[in-house]
Nanobody, 125 residues
């Protein structure tokens, strides 16, 4: 599946942004999906994941209660609603997907077979 992320931008601390990830292909509904982020000079970090049926969601501790991952399989789209943004949330955000048949840690970048191009989120203080 091919992925394209969008929705990044510049926002003040405390503000909100909504990211989208459009998927091309007929297999999106069978993919587990995730958002990762990479700040300058740092490794790519797991942010949130959602199972193929939306039955399970996972978040890194630092975004719990502020970010919400969701998906619309009818629209082949993954979302990340980000509220109460902090300067430390500044990063390039990537969407990623893997067939649900691939078993492994949702935290690991190596599990994901498809990646979007990234969208920059900048949070000013």
């Amino acid at each position: 599946v091919q992925l394209q992320a969008s929705g990044g931008g510049l926002v003040q601390a405390g503000g909100s942004l909504s990211l989208s990830c459009a998927a091309a292909g007929r297999t999106f509904s069978t993919y587990d999906m995730a958002w990762f982020r990479q700040a300058p000079g740092k490794e790519r970090q797991f942010v949130a994941a959602i199972g193929w049926s939306s039955g399970s969601t996972y978040y890194v501790y630092s975004v719990k209660g502020r970010f919400t991952i969701s998906r619309d399989n009818a629209k082949n789209t993954l979302y990340l609603q980000m509220n109460s943004l902090k300067p430390e949330d500044t990063a390039v955000y990537y969407c990623a997907g893997k067939p649900s048949s691939i078993r492994g840690s949702y935290l690991s970048t190596t599990q994901y077979t498809s990646w979007g191009q990234g969208t920059l989120v900048t949070v000013s203080s």
